[in-house]
């Protein structure tokens, strides 16, 4: 299939709406949440949960995983990985600097890291496979609604995280074009599939981490960022890839 820049302008008016609508959101957002929380969704709530963590980044890591393992798109898979990686680094600063607490009274509400990482890959998918384009914005308007309706999330969270997510799949097609990712999961070879896999556990990992505090896990992050850079590109002779 072939390739096409994705036309930028429809993408930022429509995260230009989804933020403005976050915005107006704010207003009634405790009301949304008093509604969705009542029983009569009860009987809805497996199932609810099962699309909810559709969203979450070790899945949305898998995803690209079996992508690189069938289709051996290496180009697709490094635009993924880079969009996610934007993802969980825009995400998590945006969500220490606003700080807003969640509708359960934990810290990380807004944006939507869920709704942020959907919209990100549904926009890589959508310019990959431009014919089932709506499918994936569909499927990501569900995860993102999903998120409310676990009461994971106010509504004004999710239409930021959409915003957001439509910005960093651009950014995340752009930087792994620029930088040819590709290329580097060339050489990798039959090691692609397992690093990925690897960064799949350091998600679940990572996720965990973030959960002790908005001070504690960045910082644990920010360290083991700093090994993986030291090991893998500045000491070549430890690492399994030599930039040079």
Known sequence: MPERTP???????VAAVCLAGSLVALRFDHAVIEFVDSPHFDSMRILIR????VGGGVS???LFVGLLVVL??????GRGLV????????VNFLKLVIGRDRPGGRWGAY????????FTVAVILANRFPKYGYLFYMSAGVVGISRVFRVRHFPADVLAGAALGLMIGLAGIALADHFEVDKYLARLGR?????????S???TAGYGISQLGPQVGPALALWAMRFVWVAFWEDPQVGVIDAK
């Open 7 to 13: 036309k930028r302008s429809p993408y930022f008016i």
């Open 191 to 199: 090691a692609g599939p397992v690093l990925f896999l690897l960064l």
């Open 111 to 118: 944006p939507s890291g869920h709704a942020t990482a959907v």
């Open 60 to 62: 949305l890591l898998i």
């Open 50 to 53: 099962s699309v909810s963590d």
């Open 72 to 77: 051996d798109d290496k180009k697709l898979a």
């Open 83 to 90: 969009g996610l990686a934007l993802v969980g680094f825009g």
């Open 201 to 203: 556990i350091g998600a």
